[in-house]
């Protein structure tokens, strides 16, 4: 079973700026792509950005320019910079992992909450 561990949510005033971290561990698989989803409430699930292994990167056109989302494979991390935050960028972040243990399967974190307010 495969964990992923998020922190780094918080609040902060529009225009400043955030990093969260994911962590995976549980024992051995290979990573497909890791990436971040967030729920605003009252809202669907949406992509934010996404990093598969040995791919390119890819964002929602509301976060271009503003997010940036990296990785670290020696320790199955994931990353999102966020910076130039705005009051619309609230919600629920959620680390997602696909990641290949025979078959392939995909795991999510609990969630940070990031909330932007001055």
């Known amino acids: 079973q495969v964990q992923l561990v998020e922190s780094g949510g918080g609040l902060v005033q529009p225009g400043g700026s955030l990093r969260l971290s994911c962590v995976a561990s549980?024992?051995?698989?290979?990573?497909?792509?890791m990436a971040w989803y967030r729920q605003a409430p009252g809202r669907q699930r949406e992509l934010v950005a996404v990093?598969?292994?040995?791919?390119?990167?890819n964002y929602a056109d509301s976060v271009k320019g503003r997010f940036t989302i990296s990785r670290d494979n020696a320790k199955n991390a994931v990353y999102l910079q966020m910076n130039s935050l705005k009051p619309e960028d609230t919600a629920v972040y959620y680390c997602?992992?696909?990641?290949?243990?025979?078959?392939?399967?995909?795991?999510w974190g609990q969630g940070t909450q990031v909330t932007v307010s001055s």
């Open positions: 997602n992992a696909v990641v290949t243990i025979g078959a392939t399967y995909r795991y």
């Open positions: 549980g024992g051995r698989f290979s990573i497909n792509a």
């Open positions: 990093f598969p292994t040995g791919g390119s990167t």
